[in-house]
């Protein structure tokens, strides 16, 4: 059964930094199509960015500069470093996983595994 929890994320102000991890059990993530996620309340969820099989990684344009997604097959899971935090990157971040085939960063993926949520508030 492939499970991913999550941990990380929290409160902190405008500019400041945090990170949102991601591990999994039950499944490798080496190869495996891996993004991020957010939520704000009243929104619909959008993607943060992804990474493909070959490490390759695409964030958001909102994100670009500011976000890095990586890979930790150390620790079997996936990383979110958010610096330069603004009030709008507010929201519930969600991993998500898929280990069905490999994928490209522009790929149509459906990622079938996902993380319970967590929390980033950044005050301004």
């Known amino acids: 059964q492939v499970q991913l929890v999550q941990s990380g994320g929290g409160s902190v102000q405008a500019g400041g930094s945090l990170r949102v991890s991601c591990t999994v059990s039950?499944?490798?993530?080496?190869?495996?199509?891996m993004g991020w996620f957010r939520q704000a309340p009243g929104k619909e969820r959008e993607e943060v960015g992804r990474?493909?099989?070959?490490?390759?990684?695409n964030v958001d344009f909102s994100v670009k500069g500011r976000f890095t997604i990586s890979r930790d097959s150390a620790k079997n899971g996936l990383h979110l470093e958010m610096n330069s935090l603004k009030p709008e990157d507010s929201a519930m971040y969600y991993c998500?996983?898929?280990?069905?085939?490999?994928?490209?960063?522009?790929?149509?993926?459906?990622?079938?595994?996902w993380g319970q949520g967590t929390q980033v508030t950044v005050s301004s």
């Open positions: 998500a996983a898929s280990f069905a085939y490999y994928c490209t960063v522009g790929a149509r993926v459906k990622f079938d595994y």
């Open positions: 039950g499944a490798a993530v080496s190869r495996a199509c």
């Open positions: 990474i493909d099989s070959w490490d390759n990684t």
